[in-house]
């Protein structure tokens, strides 16, 4: 249970479940602005984001100890004050660097995916979020101003309900990529069943920011039939890259695929946007997790 006087953002919410079983940490932020809002940020990070106290106990991660989990958050809550904040902490850390998002996609000991048809990724989105509301309702009343408290979840409002801005960086864009895989199940195999209808409709955006990982192809979805299918849904993409995924000499098939996925949505007529930040700069590790400070919210 959470305890009352630890609502303070960034708050840390721990073993929050969602489909069957399965179960995450979240860290939440509330919207700066005091007014109630209807939108939430989901984040799916990268490989060595984690808690800032397990990052400070390995010997390279603490190098970028600026970029943990709950530093994001309060990142994340800057650049989008009107929005709640969820930052979704994978299943587990192999190796206590790599991010394995087992609970949305299947995925081997360094979280290179294995993408099938349907994970249930949105089904345990959704009740993740579910579960996330109650969570912090019941543990938010009363509190001091300031905290976390009901003034940001009016009767009635859930997470669940909010129009739902998706991003992911680095390997957290496998979850994204497994979305589309499960949009397109939903879509076109499984037609008459609406159950997933709601929350898929209510994805407004999704952000890649310089995906990628340690498998050697799908780093970037390039399938016409689910790139299509993704754009009769109407969600604005976002692309954000960096010299580091898109001009490395070792993985060629980064540069690739990112080029046909945003070309094909182009040619599709999908509202899709692409920068390429720090471009003529050497590319680095750094170079990559700044893309994170970088991007900026959409101003559709």
Known sequence: ?????????????????????????????????????????????????????????????????????????????????????????????????????????????????????????????????????????????????GSCNNSFFPNGFSLDKAELQLIGFSKGCVVLNQFLYEFHYLKTLTPEDESMTSIVSRITDMYWLDGGHAGGKNTWITSRSLLETLTRLGIRIHIHVTPYQVTDERRPWIRKEEKAFGDLLKRLGAPVERTVHFENQMANLYMHFNVLSAFKQSSE
Request: proline share 6%; charged share 20%.
């Open 1 to 145: 249970m959470l305890k009352a006087e630890s609502l303070s953002c960034p708050l840390r919410v721990v073993q929050v479940k969602g489909f069957e079983g399965r179960a995450n940490d979240v860290i939440y932020c509330h919207p700066l602005d005091k007014e109630p809002h209807s939108s939430a940020v989901i984040y799916f990070g990268g490989d060595v984001q984690d808690y800032p106290e397990n990052m400070d106990h390995h010997r390279d991660n603490k190098n970028y100890m600026k970029w943990n989990l709950e530093n994001m958050a309060l990142l994340l809550q800057s650049k989008f004050p009107y929005s709640h904040i969820v930052v979704i902490k994978p299943s587990r850390m192999e190796f206590k660097a790599f991010s394995c998002f087992d609970n949305f996609v299947r995925c081997n000991n360094c979280g290179a995916p294995v993408h099938i048809p349907t994970h249930q990724a949105l089904q345990h989105l959704e009740q993740l979020l579910q579960t996330l509301t109650n969570r912090i309702k019941d543990a938010a009343q009363p509190l001091r101003e």
